[in-house]
């Protein structure tokens, strides 16, 4: 069982507070997700976990087992860096091996053990090489075989795929991911990329300025986010947002925008006249008439086309509004399209004043 | 007959046209290209005179060393001897007993001296405190700006017989003085001593400038596998400059034979021309006061191809061991 809880977790630079008071709880053999915009915390907290920072405030235990003053070595976690962190002067062999070395691992074991773990990373050919005679994707995983080596009770990644070309990115990513499974450790990962959380994490937790914004699955943070940072930045394209005045009547709950009347999901705190903001996915506009929908006009500005996707962009109550629609292989007449249609289902409504989600009934 | 050729052999017109216009091409390019980037050339310019000037037109009085020149009749005019001068350097007692002394005294500060710097910058890559260490570094930087006559007056001072720090020491511990710069058997100790003193801390900035380099994941990654700061030290630090190191010990070998002129003419005396009296010495004395110009010019020329022989040789093996090389 090796849990991973931050209990009020703080991180201070001088009168600068960089992390603020940040709970959560990993549980075993769980792939949870750092992902916030840059300066948000992420990696601080990470390397708070990793014992390379000092914590300011708070709590931080693995395995129920308070590491605030444990010496990184003595926390049973393995890192992986950023920029790989590989040694330039050692081979690939001696880079995987350098952490049993130092720990005085028998010689003949270490052999093993690298050997084992260069047979499931594919490094065997590789053995010899230095890291300068290596591919970006090649290196990645010698940093990997670096930190599984150990057997540590916690990986952490620090923005491992970030210096890979997009390519290279989606292999490795699912590297990781079957690395994972077979494994089974209790994985902490830090990324920007919202779409390597999406694909990576048992969980994400969402955070900005220093705090976490939401923590839950990829299909909760995608389908109910609490607020419009989360829907902002989960998803790609992000959730598109009107300002709307709510209108509560028998019939159910609308939103006023431009002399248009949608219908939203009824919400028990929603009360007539409130400012709202509503939200609605790309994924989940439609194209074609359906019953209930809410028919609004459009101008569409630009097609951008993915293959089996097309994005169309369009200007809407003056802000950039962005709709994804299935091709099926054709993009005939996609900029000629003047009419959208919201279902009540697809909406997501959030107080215009605190910006969170409003909760259906 | 030119048209005989020209008609036999088309290809000689076109070829030269040819040329011509790559010739015009490339010289167009140039125009252009100091043009635009003239202000670099012009920043460039005070160290290709100064080169030009002190190290290459000088290289045209070299032929003195194969002459027997006099004064009155110039360079061009003084006749040929060959190598005579050669010969007479050789069977030159001094002039061996030089080359001996320049060889043991660079060689001590090579040994002795060339771990220095590096030793430093790693030390000061250890020191946390930023006071501290900007003021260690100052105070090792320091001995560096100071002139070698004044250097060369501190160490004479230090270890005057009567009045010296040194001898007030041994004094203190029951010990009588010793007259260190008249005793040959000290000289190289002392002459190594102070070009330790005065330039391991400048010279340590290089280093620390490629220890800076260290990406700092390294590290990172080191303290989370449980390197201690010494194995850090010696396992990341070292390996990672090695190149610099390597790159430093090239230069070094190459300026062996360069002993620090001003301070050896400094400290040295007759009594200790046994163990001081090294080729830039024997050069000075040959060349200035005795004014047997040509002579000290073979003396230099030799000591120019031996530094430069061993550059290559250095630089060879440095290349060939660990890749890295001044070319």
Redesign the interface.
Known sequence: MSTVKLKNLVKRYGDVTVVHGIDLEVKSKEFVVLVGPSGCGKSTTLRML???EEISGGEVSISDRVINDV????RD???V???Y?L????SVAENIA??LR??KVPKDEIKTIVADVAKVLELTPLLDRRPADLSGGQRQRVAMG?AIV?HPKVFLFDEPLSNLDAKLRTQMRAEIKQLHKRLGVTSIYVTHDQIEAMTLADRIVVMSDGRIEQVGTPMELFNTPKNTFVATFIGSPPMNLIEATAEVTDEGCYALFDGQRCLIPTLKELTHRDEIIFGIRPEYIEIEPSEGATEINVKIDLVETLGSEALLHCKFLGKQFVIKVETHGKVNNLENLSKLYFRQNAITVFDKTTTNAMMVN | MQDTIQDTMPGVNDSSSMQNSILTKKLKWLVMHFKKEWQIYLMLAPTVIWFIVFLYKPMYGLQIAFKDYSIFKGITESPWVGLEHFYTLFENDQFIRAIKNTVMISGASLIFGFPVPIILALMFNEILNPKFKRTAQTIVYLPHFISAVIIAGIVITAFAPSTGVINLMLNAFGYDSVYFLIKPEWFRTIFVGTGIWQEAGFGSIVFLAAVSGV?P??Y????????TRF?MMY??TL??I?PTILIMLIIRIGNILEVGFEMIIMLYQPATYQTADVISTFIYRQGLQAAQYDMAAAAGLFNAVIAFLLVITANTISKRVSNTSLW
């Open positions: 990793a014992g390379l010496a990184p070595k003595d976690i393995a890192m860096f950023q920029n962190a040694y330039p002067h050692l350098f952490g130092i720990r670096r150990r | 990406n994941s390294l990172e990654s080191a303290v989370v596998d449980g390197a194995q396992k990341i390996p990672c090695l």
